[in-house]
């Protein structure tokens, strides 16, 4: 079946550092991804979102570029500020599906 | 944009006992919505989808007789975990898909504690 597999955290960064956080997926077909972030106290939220090979999702600042050939889909933001302490999850869907496969979430905390 | 909302947040409850969340689209009609549950530092597991009128459908593993859901209307969503157990203390997550849009929207999640 799907999955998805992201670094696990917790994440501790400075403001203004370069984030990465990987992600790598494994799917039949050709499944969309997305990044999902939640802040504390709230809900998911779309971050960002690519359909197809090589599309590249971005969103405030944050980018994600869809790797067939390595089936990843790792965020990237080049520098983070304090609001974007959140978790952050990487997820798939299948092709004219909604249900998603979630990653287990990766705890971002950005320090002043 | 669009929000869903979860009711309650946070429920402690005597094991035995059943325990209802409600699952609402504050400002667009849900088609379908979502059920997930997550396990600390586990990934969101999808229980059962539900569509307005209909049965839900329900992810192997997951009983139906346990967890009632219902969703009788475009708006609301409810799940009831029925006979609660420790076992079953978990964070619930719903989402929605609006009639005239794709995109999922996430309630903020209910924390069931069963004592």
């Known amino acids: 079946g799907d999955s998805v597999t992201q670094m696990e955290g917790p994440v501790t960064l400075s403001e203004e550092a370069f984030l990465t956080i990987n992600c790598t997926y494994t799917?039949?077909?050709?499944?969309?991804l997305f990044w999902y972030v939640q802040y504390p106290g709230e809900g998911l939220q779309l971050l960002l979102k690519?359909?197809?090979?090589?599309d590249k999702g971005s969103n405030k600042g944050f980018e994600a570029t869809y790797r067939k050939e390595t089936t990843s889909f790792h965020l990237e933001k080049g520098s983070v500020q304090v609001s974007d302490s959140a978790v952050y999850f990487c997820?798939?869907?299948?092709?004219?599906?909604?249900?998603?496969?979630f990653g287990k979430g990766t705890k971002l905390s950005v320090i002043p | 944009g669009a929000v869903v909302s979860q009711h309650p947040s946070w429920v402690i409850c005597k094991s035995g006992t059943s325990v209802k969340i409600e699952c609402r689209s504050l400002?667009?009609?849900?088609?379908?919505m979502f059920w997930y549950r997550q396990f600390p530092k586990q990934s969101l597991m999808l229980m059962a989808t539900?569509?307005?009128?209909?049965?839900?459908?329900?992810e192997q593993g997951v009983e139906k007789d346990k967890f009632l859901i219902n969703h009788a209307s475009l708006t609301l969503s409810t799940l009831t975990v029925t006979s609660a157990h420790p076992e079953d203390s978990s964070f619930y997550i719903c989402?929605?898909?609006?009639?005239?849009?794709?995109?999922?929207?996430f309630g903020e999640g209910s924390r069931l504690t069963v004592l």
């Open positions: 989402s929605a898909r609006g009639v005239n849009t794709g995109e999922l929207f």
């Open positions: 799917a039949t077909g050709y499944p969309s």
């Open positions: 690519a359909t197809k090979a090589d």
């Open positions: 997820a798939l869907s299948d092709a004219g599906s909604y249900q998603l496969t």
């Open positions: 400002d667009f009609q849900a088609t379908t």
């Open positions: 539900s569509n307005e009128g209909s049965k839900a459908t329900y």
